[in-house]
C-alpha cells in the first residue's frame, strides 16, 4: 500500500496561483502513476491531471490544460501540482491518487490509494 499526503491547498483570488505537494511513502511505485483529482460540493470526483511515474509523461484535463502542471521530484517520492490563473470554478478539494496500471487514468476506478485531500478556495 502507498501513504499519499497532500499539501498547499488554500484561499486565493482569482488569477493567483497555489502549488499543491503530494508525498508518497510505502511500497516502491516507481512503476506506477499518479494523478490529481478534485470534488467540489455536490459534484462528482474530477479527473484534473496523471503523470507516468517511469517517462513523466503527463495529461491533462482540458478544462485545465494550459494553467496547471503536473510533475514530480523521484528523489523526494513527491508529486506536485502547480496551478496558476486560478478562476472560482476551481475551488475544490484536490486528491492525488496512485496507481497500478497505465490504462484510463482519467478514471477515479483505476486508483488503488488516495491522499485524504486538500482544500483549494478560488475567490472572485
Known amino acids: 500500500q502507498v501513504q499519499l499526503v497532500e499539501s498547499g491547498g488554500g484561499l486565493v483570488q482569482a488569477g493567483g496561483s497555489l502549488r499543491l505537494s503530494c508525498a508518497a511513502s510505502?511500497?516502491?511505485?516507481?512503476?506506477?502513476?499518479m494523478g490529481w483529482f478534485r470534488q467540489a460540493p455536490g459534484k462528482e470526483r474530477e479527473f484534473v491531471a496523471f503523470?507516468?511515474?517511469?517517462?513523466?509523461?503527463?495529461y491533462y484535463a482540458d478544462s485545465v490544460k494550459g494553467r496547471f502542471t503536473i510533475s514530480k521530484d523521484n528523489a523526494k517520492n513527491t508529486m506536485y501540482l502547480q496551478m496558476n490563473s486560478l478562476k472560482p470554478e476551481d475551488t475544490a478539494v484536490y486528491y492525488c491518487?496512485?496507481?497500478?496500471?497505465?490504462?484510463?487514468?482519467?478514471?477515479?476506478?483505476?486508483?488503488?490509494?488516495w491522499g485524504q485531500g486538500t482544500q483549494v478556495t478560488v475567490s472572485s
Open positions: 491518487a496512485a496507481s497500478g496500471t497505465y490504462y484510463s487514468l482519467t478514471s477515479p476506478q483505476r486508483y488503488d490509494d
Open positions: 510505502g511500497r516502491r511505485f516507481s512503476s506506477y502513476a
Open positions: 503523470i507516468i511515474w517511469s517517462t513523466g509523461s503527463t
